[in-house]
Protein backbone atom coordinates (compact mmCIF):
# COMPACT_ATOMS: atom_id res chain seq x y z
CA UNK A 1 0.00 0.00 0.00
CA UNK A 2 2.13 3.50 -1.22
CA UNK A 3 0.60 6.05 0.49
CA UNK A 4 2.85 8.26 -1.64
CA UNK A 5 3.38 8.03 -5.04
CA UNK A 6 6.23 9.38 -7.83
CA UNK A 7 4.97 8.29 -10.96
CA UNK A 8 7.46 9.49 -12.84
CA UNK A 9 11.00 7.59 -12.25
CA UNK A 10 13.46 10.19 -13.98
CA UNK A 11 13.40 13.39 -15.73
CA UNK A 12 15.50 15.50 -17.85
CA UNK A 13 15.20 18.97 -18.19
CA UNK A 14 17.87 21.71 -20.42
CA UNK A 15 19.48 23.81 -18.03
CA UNK A 16 17.44 27.48 -17.18
CA UNK A 17 13.89 25.88 -18.29
CA UNK A 18 11.20 24.53 -15.75
CA UNK A 19 11.72 21.29 -14.00
CA UNK A 20 8.34 19.85 -12.67
CA UNK A 21 8.01 17.07 -10.24
CA UNK A 22 5.32 15.44 -9.14
CA UNK A 23 3.85 13.68 -6.39
CA UNK A 24 0.32 11.97 -4.94
CA UNK A 25 -0.85 10.99 -1.78
CA UNK A 26 -3.85 8.56 -1.22
CA UNK A 27 -4.36 9.09 3.08
CA UNK A 28 -6.34 12.14 3.91
CA UNK A 29 -4.67 12.25 7.03
CA UNK A 30 -1.37 13.79 5.92
CA UNK A 31 -1.50 17.58 6.48
CA UNK A 32 2.55 18.05 6.13
CA UNK A 33 4.24 17.94 3.03
CA UNK A 34 8.22 17.71 2.12
CA UNK A 35 10.44 17.58 -0.63
CA UNK A 36 13.75 16.36 -0.26
CA UNK A 37 17.05 16.55 -2.38
CA UNK A 38 19.73 13.02 -2.58
CA UNK A 39 22.63 12.05 -4.06
CA UNK A 40 23.67 9.04 -3.98
CA UNK A 41 25.16 7.57 -0.72
CA UNK A 42 23.97 10.66 1.05
CA UNK A 43 21.65 11.69 3.20
CA UNK A 44 18.46 13.47 1.54
CA UNK A 45 18.86 17.02 1.86
CA UNK A 46 15.77 19.56 2.93
CA UNK A 47 14.39 21.94 0.47
CA UNK A 48 11.01 22.63 1.25
CA UNK A 49 7.67 22.11 2.57
CA UNK A 50 4.26 22.94 3.03
CA UNK A 51 1.30 23.21 5.50
CA UNK A 52 -2.16 21.87 4.21
CA UNK A 53 -3.30 24.94 5.45
CA UNK A 54 -1.75 26.72 2.38
CA UNK A 55 -1.80 25.88 -1.28
CA UNK A 56 1.86 27.10 -2.08
CA UNK A 57 4.91 28.08 -0.91
CA UNK A 58 8.02 29.35 -2.41
CA UNK A 59 11.78 29.24 -1.10
CA UNK A 60 13.91 31.08 -4.12
CA UNK A 61 14.11 28.85 -6.99
CA UNK A 62 12.09 26.23 -6.13
CA UNK A 63 8.23 26.25 -5.82
CA UNK A 64 6.02 23.94 -3.81
CA UNK A 65 1.99 23.28 -4.98
CA UNK A 66 -0.93 21.50 -2.72
CA UNK A 67 -3.95 20.58 -4.08
CA UNK A 68 -5.41 18.63 -1.54
CA UNK A 69 -8.77 17.92 -3.34
CA UNK A 70 -7.17 16.00 -5.77
CA UNK A 71 -4.28 15.05 -3.17
CA UNK A 72 -1.42 15.89 -5.39
CA UNK A 73 1.68 18.28 -5.08
CA UNK A 74 4.49 19.62 -7.01
CA UNK A 75 7.79 20.87 -6.73
CA UNK A 76 9.14 23.41 -9.22
CA UNK A 77 12.62 24.21 -9.98
CA UNK A 78 13.14 27.73 -11.87
CA UNK A 79 15.40 27.70 -13.18
CA UNK A 80 16.89 24.52 -13.40
CA UNK A 81 20.58 23.85 -13.01
CA UNK A 82 23.20 21.56 -13.39
CA UNK A 83 23.63 21.28 -10.03
CA UNK A 84 20.18 20.21 -9.28
CA UNK A 85 20.56 16.91 -10.85
CA UNK A 86 19.51 14.16 -8.10
CA UNK A 87 17.12 12.08 -7.03
CA UNK A 88 14.04 14.02 -5.50
CA UNK A 89 11.23 12.40 -2.80
CA UNK A 90 8.19 14.04 -1.70
CA UNK A 91 7.13 13.01 1.89
CA UNK A 92 3.97 13.45 3.99
CA UNK A 93 3.30 13.30 7.58
CA UNK A 94 -0.02 13.20 9.63
CA UNK A 95 -0.80 15.68 12.67
CA UNK A 96 0.78 14.62 16.00
CA UNK A 97 -1.30 11.14 16.82
CA UNK A 98 0.72 7.98 17.27
CA UNK A 99 2.45 9.27 13.95
CA UNK A 100 5.47 10.57 15.64
CA UNK A 101 8.53 11.23 13.86
CA UNK A 102 6.92 9.36 10.94
CA UNK A 103 7.79 10.19 7.33
CA UNK A 104 6.10 8.21 4.37
CA UNK A 105 8.39 8.51 1.29
CA UNK A 106 7.49 8.42 -2.53
CA UNK A 107 9.90 6.74 -4.39
CA UNK A 108 11.66 9.04 -5.96
CA UNK A 109 12.19 10.93 -9.44
CA UNK A 110 15.72 11.10 -10.76
CA UNK A 111 15.98 15.03 -11.78
CA UNK A 112 18.89 15.21 -14.92
CA UNK A 113 19.57 18.98 -16.19
CA UNK A 114 21.47 19.24 -18.95
CA UNK A 115 23.91 22.13 -19.57
CA UNK B 1 25.48 24.60 13.67
CA UNK B 2 26.72 21.05 13.32
CA UNK B 3 24.22 18.87 11.34
CA UNK B 4 23.73 15.35 12.00
CA UNK B 5 26.07 12.57 12.14
CA UNK B 6 26.14 8.89 11.88
CA UNK B 7 29.03 6.51 12.45
CA UNK B 8 29.90 4.49 11.03
CA UNK B 9 29.31 5.75 7.63
CA UNK B 10 30.53 1.92 6.34
CA UNK B 11 30.25 -1.60 7.38
CA UNK B 12 30.35 -4.74 6.15
CA UNK B 13 29.19 -7.81 8.43
CA UNK B 14 28.16 -11.46 7.72
CA UNK B 15 25.23 -13.52 7.72
CA UNK B 16 24.17 -14.11 11.80
CA UNK B 17 26.34 -11.49 13.44
CA UNK B 18 25.02 -7.87 15.00
CA UNK B 19 26.07 -4.72 14.50
CA UNK B 20 25.28 -0.90 16.28
CA UNK B 21 24.94 2.44 14.62
CA UNK B 22 25.00 5.48 16.01
CA UNK B 23 23.29 8.66 15.51
CA UNK B 24 24.22 12.70 16.89
CA UNK B 25 20.95 14.48 16.29
CA UNK B 26 21.47 18.45 16.11
CA UNK B 27 22.17 20.19 18.79
CA UNK B 28 18.43 20.92 20.59
CA UNK B 29 16.81 18.77 18.62
CA UNK B 30 15.19 16.24 20.91
CA UNK B 31 13.53 13.37 18.66
CA UNK B 32 15.55 10.89 16.36
CA UNK B 33 13.91 8.90 13.71
CA UNK B 34 15.38 5.62 11.90
CA UNK B 35 14.96 5.02 8.65
CA UNK B 36 16.46 1.93 6.22
CA UNK B 37 16.67 2.25 2.61
CA UNK B 38 16.89 -0.28 -0.14
CA UNK B 39 16.80 0.01 -4.11
CA UNK B 40 13.43 -2.37 -3.79
CA UNK B 41 11.99 -0.63 -0.88
CA UNK B 42 12.81 2.64 -1.21
CA UNK B 43 13.02 5.03 2.35
CA UNK B 44 11.11 2.64 4.97
CA UNK B 45 10.47 4.03 8.64
CA UNK B 46 12.27 2.03 11.74
CA UNK B 47 11.42 3.88 14.22
CA UNK B 48 11.25 7.05 16.54
CA UNK B 49 12.54 7.97 20.03
CA UNK B 50 11.78 11.30 21.86
CA UNK B 51 13.10 11.33 25.95
CA UNK B 52 14.89 8.06 25.70
CA UNK B 53 11.51 6.63 24.49
CA UNK B 54 10.22 4.87 21.67
CA UNK B 55 7.08 6.38 20.34
CA UNK B 56 6.46 5.40 17.18
CA UNK B 57 7.52 2.02 15.04
CA UNK B 58 7.34 0.98 11.54
CA UNK B 59 6.89 -2.64 10.07
CA UNK B 60 10.10 -3.94 10.58
CA UNK B 61 11.18 -7.05 12.84
CA UNK B 62 11.99 -7.95 16.33
CA UNK B 63 15.41 -8.33 15.46
CA UNK B 64 15.61 -3.93 14.66
CA UNK B 65 15.63 -2.27 17.78
CA UNK B 66 17.06 0.98 19.22
CA UNK B 67 17.52 3.28 22.06
CA UNK B 68 18.09 6.77 23.04
CA UNK B 69 20.49 8.74 25.70
CA UNK B 70 19.74 11.47 28.04
CA UNK B 71 21.77 13.78 25.67
CA UNK B 72 19.44 12.34 22.62
CA UNK B 73 22.09 10.84 20.82
CA UNK B 74 21.01 7.14 19.64
CA UNK B 75 21.30 3.86 18.48
CA UNK B 76 20.27 1.09 16.29
CA UNK B 77 21.02 -2.49 16.61
CA UNK B 78 20.55 -5.02 14.26
CA UNK B 79 20.85 -8.50 15.55
CA UNK B 80 20.93 -11.64 13.49
CA UNK B 81 21.95 -9.91 10.34
CA UNK B 82 20.34 -11.54 7.29
CA UNK B 83 21.32 -10.87 3.45
CA UNK B 84 18.34 -8.72 2.98
CA UNK B 85 19.55 -5.93 6.12
CA UNK B 86 21.95 -4.38 3.60
CA UNK B 87 20.76 -0.83 3.19
CA UNK B 88 21.69 2.46 3.59
CA UNK B 89 20.60 3.47 7.12
CA UNK B 90 19.48 7.01 7.46
CA UNK B 91 18.74 9.01 11.05
CA UNK B 92 16.86 11.67 10.97
CA UNK B 93 16.64 14.32 14.04
CA UNK B 94 13.59 17.44 14.52
CA UNK B 95 12.93 19.66 17.31
CA UNK B 96 9.66 17.45 17.76
CA UNK B 97 6.96 20.64 18.51
CA UNK B 98 4.63 19.75 16.34
CA UNK B 99 4.56 19.95 12.29
CA UNK B 100 8.55 20.10 11.46
CA UNK B 101 10.83 19.26 9.26
CA UNK B 102 13.19 16.29 9.38
CA UNK B 103 17.16 16.58 9.08
CA UNK B 104 18.73 13.55 7.82
CA UNK B 105 22.41 12.43 8.64
CA UNK B 106 24.89 10.96 5.98
CA UNK B 107 23.73 7.74 6.40
CA UNK B 108 25.54 4.14 7.34
CA UNK B 109 25.96 2.19 4.33
CA UNK B 110 25.81 -1.60 5.82
CA UNK B 111 26.41 -4.70 3.91
CA UNK B 112 25.78 -8.27 4.93
CA UNK B 113 27.89 -11.08 3.36
Known amino acids: DQQVKQNSPSLSVQEGRISILNCDYT??????FLWYKKYPAEGPTFLIS?????DKNEDGRFTVFLNKSAKHLSLHIVPSQPGDSAVYFC??????????????FGQGTILTVHP | KAGVTQTPRYLIKTRGQQVTLSCSPI?????VSWYQQTPGQGLQFLFEYFSETQRNKGNFPGRFSGRQFSNSRSEMNVSTLELGDSALYLC????????????FGPGTRLLVL
Open chain 2, 27 to 31: SGHRS
Open chain 2, 92 to 103: ASSLARGQETQY
Open chain 1, 91 to 104: AASPAGGTSYGKLT
Open chain 1, 50 to 54: ISSIK
Open chain 1, 27 to 32: NSMFDY
